[in-house]
């Protein structure tokens, strides 16, 4: 069984920075999976922020492009979400995900509030 746990969210003035983390473990659970950072606004649907797979394979929502970056530490078993130049819009509870088989598995999400 895999759980996703994230952290590193909270308050933080338009301009500013974050850095998520979402630690994972579970005895089956390669950290080099594929992994992903969604986020969800209240009264939005849930849209995916970064994905990672492999070594290289890197995407981007065009609304974050250019401020934030997805990386993971394999030895913590980290993903990570280097949030800069933050905007109100960005407000919304962040959640990292993985797919293991054919399911989903969601950590519990991080509230992210910009203030302008």
């Known amino acids: 069984q895999v759980h996703l746990v994230e952290s590193g969210g909270g308050l933080a003035q338009s301009g500013g920075s974050l850095r998520l983390s979402c630690a994972a473990s579970?005895?089956?659970?390669?950290?080099?999976?594929?992994m992903a950072w969604y986020r969800q606004a209240p009264g939005k649907q849930r849209e995916l922020v970064a994905s990672?797979?492999?070594?290289?394979?890197?995407n981007y929502a065009d609304s974050v492009k250019g401020r934030f970056t997805i990386s993971r530490d394999y030895v913590k078993r980290t993903l990570y979400l280097q949030m800069n130049s933050l905007k109100a819009e960005d407000t919304a509870v962040y959640y990292c995900?993985?797919?293991?088989?054919?399911?989903?598995?969601w950590g519990q999400g991080t509230q992210v509030t910009v203030s302008s």
């Open positions: 995900s993985t797919r293991v088989g054919s399911s989903v598995v």
């Open positions: 579970g005895t089956h659970f390669a950290i080099s999976s594929p």
């Open positions: 990672i797979a492999g070594g290289a394979n890197i």
